[in-house]
């Protein structure tokens, strides 16, 4: 064998017998394993070598049966509470490695001690106590390797010093009893040893899987929180953003209701912002909002004695949460010095702006017994003093309680309406990024009251949801759509949007599935569009229906993702075939980094769940372009057609297609 040879499969060898340094997540498992079973060792060793020792009591001397096995004794159980004493230590990597050095060098003198006192002892014994001596040697070293499985270099160590002069030993003595057992003892150590390879090559695999998973945790959760922080966070100001005002909310809400003290929310808006924008433009807007957030972010950090929580509803709006019991006079307080920072002048460039601004206030237990009350009670302050008291703030009163009963002529409106005639549907279609090919198209409901005219959807569907009419709404809308849906061609897909009152009723989806069913549209052609409020307002019931919606043949698309309470838990859980993404993250995606940041990870997110991404809002071709080297899959929004009746469709799918080739018929030229 070359020289060279040699000299590798020595280096081989003698890495075996040594702790290997180059992985401490490694040394540091096989630490955390072997500091639990290196008790069990010196308990073995111990045991076994008082038996031993006893039954030499009265043939052999003294020393050999009292002091030697006493001193070895001892030295194990010094060792013993040694090593039990670390588990309660906190160590480096370093001394980890130490320790397991320091013991794997023990192990030497340990062996060759015990195996040289049986040696001593057995000529003194007859051929039973011979025969102890050799299953003592046999059994303990198996016991040893055992015990020594984490630290393969030790338990090498312990076969060889005590197999090798073990076999020589009992072969020398000629009785051919004792040299079977020795043989047995080899072959036995030999597959203890080829399991100890097995093993140690497992535990370092599983160590090392170990980290990665973790390391793959990580990464996913760091991934999570960023969304998570991105997904509360507003782009513009770098306030709290909607989400995170009305999560704060319901945990302000819950420990004021929990401790019977007042809580209040107020919400702020800017009076004379529109004629900036207008004027000035959106850039000089858009720093407007970030100076005025700035300055009423001051004010509330610097109330006392009440914690005021801040954020950005949208546009030009904010909301407050003042805790720590305020009164009326602490609101009318916080209320004058925000509007007295807000009527500051504004210096932008050559650019000289003012406004103020109007702010409602509603407290708990004063005005309302939920935190979705509150909220209203609020707005309808704030409402009233932009129509009353512009640039003042205004608590809501008992008057206002009257005020607001109005509303319900909306409800009251709407128990007596014909579904049939009064309401009108009209069709937004929802376009394949890369061919621009209409792949289906969103229903929307539109009401054209014959007392009140024209109603928006924000409007009358939470008035239905409250009275308990939406259900027979839904299932109106939808027989109406989907027989409008089977004049379409097979490949373009509908898509409807569901509430909370449907997908969570206690009679569950029958009625939907029977429609669907007499409907003669093939459910694969059919998407119900489900926002996570609605998901989150009884999820175990929403998942049944949505999971029957799935087997029928129907997508699930999750709606308005990115605000209310979207979270990753619910995407996980859900048989999502969709996710769209709200317009709100579209608007500013070529102007603002965190915008295009967002998408950029949600549409990562779809990828990697295999699920599509359908975004919403989009007005531009700049727009467009973005999201399509964003990789979203689908667009939705003005730039390729606003809502329109059913009667027009036929028309917008003929013109599409006559772009469309019109564009091929370039390419090819």
């Not at 040694?82 to 230590?89: D, G």
């Not at 047995?184 to 030999?190: D, K």
């Not at 008057?399 to 309401?423: K, P, Q, W």
């Amino acid at each position: 064998m070359p020289v060279a040879d040699l000299k590798s499969h020595l280096a081989a060898a003698t890495r075996l017998f040594r702790v290997p340094a180059d992985n401490p997540d490694l040394t540091r498992a096989q630490f955390n394993a072997f500091s639990k079973q290196i008790p069990l060792l010196y308990f073995i060793l111990i045991s076994n070598t008082i038996a031993v020792a006893y039954t030499y009591v009265n043939v052999a001397p003294d020393w050999l049966t009292m002091i030697v096995p006493g001193v070895l004794a001892v030295l194990a159980g010094l060792r013993t509470v040694w090593w039990l004493r670390q588990r309660r230590r906190v160590r480096s990597d370093a001394d980890i490695l130490s320790n397991l050095r320091a013991t794997n060098w023990l192990t030497l003198p340990i062996g060759a001690g015990f195996t040289a006192w049986s040696f001593a002892l057995y000529p003194y014994g007859d051929p039973f106590a011979k025969s102890q001596v050799a299953f003592y040697m046999a059994v303990t070293v198996i016991g040893c390797i055992f015990t020594l499985m984490h630290l393969r270099s030790a338990a090498l160590i312990v076969t060889l010093i005590v197999d090798v002069p073990y076999v020589l030993f009992f072969f020398a003595t000629g009785e051919p009893t004792l040299k079977a057992i020795a043989v047995n003892n080899l072959l036995v150590s030999g597959a203890m040893v080829t399991v100890l390879f097995i093993y140690y090559r497992d535990f370092a695999d599983l160590v090392a899987s170990r980290k990665s998973l973790l390391a793959q945790q990580a990464a996913t959760q760091a991934l999570s929180d960023e969304n998570f922080r991105l997904a509360n966070l507003d782009t513009l100001t770098e306030l709290p953003n909607r989400r995170r005002f009305f999560a704060e909310l319901s945990s302000a809400f819950t420990d004021a209701e929990r401790r019977n003290v007042r809580v209040a929310v107020g919400i702020i808006d800017l009076d004379g912002f529109k004629p900036i924008n207008d004027n000035y433009g959106h850039s000089v807007g858009d720093r407007v909002l970030i100076e005025a957030g700035r300055r009423i972010r001051e004010v509330c950090e610097g109330f006392g004695p009440q914690r005021v929580e801040f954020a950005r509803l949208g546009g030009d709006e904010f909301g407050l949460i003042v805790c720590g019991g305020p009164d009326d006079a602490d609101l009318m307080r916080l209320g004058e010095r925000i509007g007295g920072q807000v009527k500051l002048p504004y210096q932008l460039d050559t650019a000289h702006t003012g406004l103020s601004c109007s702010i409602g206030f509603a407290s708990f237990p004063d005005s309302a017994t939920t935190s979705e009350a509150l909220y209203e009670c609020a707005d309808y302050s704030l409402y009233h003093a932009k129509r009353n008291l512009r640039g003042r703030t205004v608590i809501f009163s008992s008057e206002l309680e009257a005020e607001i009963r109005s509303r319900g002529v909306i409800e009251n409106l709407l128990r007596t309406a014909d579904f049939s005639t009064e309401m009108d549907l009209v069709f937004q279609p929802i376009v394949d990024a890369m061919s621009e090919y209409a792949a289906g198209f969103e229903v929307l409901a539109r009401w054209h009251s014959t007392r009140l005219g024209m109603v928006s959807p924000a409007d009358f569907i939470p008035a239905a949801e409250r009275i308990g009419l939406i259900r027979p709404l839904t299932q109106a809308l939808l027989v109406r759509a989907l027989a409008i849906a089977r004049t379409w061609p097979d490949h373009v897909r509908l898509s409807f949007n569901l509430s909370a009152h449907d997908v969570c009723a206690a009679e569950g989806i029958l009625p939907l599935i029977s429609i669907i069913e007499k409907s003669g549209l093939p459910p694969h052609r059919i998407d119900f569009e489900i926002t996570e409020t609605a998901v989150t307002f009884d999820f175990v019931r929403a998942q049944q229906s949505i999971a029957t919606l799935k087997a029928m043949g129907c997508g699930i698309s999750l709606d308005d993702f990115g605000t209310g309470y979207s979270s990753l838990s619910h995407v996980h859980r859900l048989p999502l075939d969709k996710i769209k993404v709200d317009r709100s993250f579209v608007a500013d995606i070529n102007e603002n980094p965190v915008s295009h940041k967002i998408i950029k990870s949600l549409t990562g997110l779809c990828d990697d769940m295999e699920i599509a991404c359908v975004v919403e809002g989009v007005e531009t071709r700049a727009q467009l372009d973005s999201l399509r080297r964003l990789g979203c899959d689908f667009i939705q929004g003005y730039y390729f057609a606003k809502p329109m009746p059913a009667d027009a469709i036929g028309d917008y799918l003929a013109k599409e297609g006559q772009r469309l080739e019109g564009a091929g018929a370039k390419v090819v030229a």
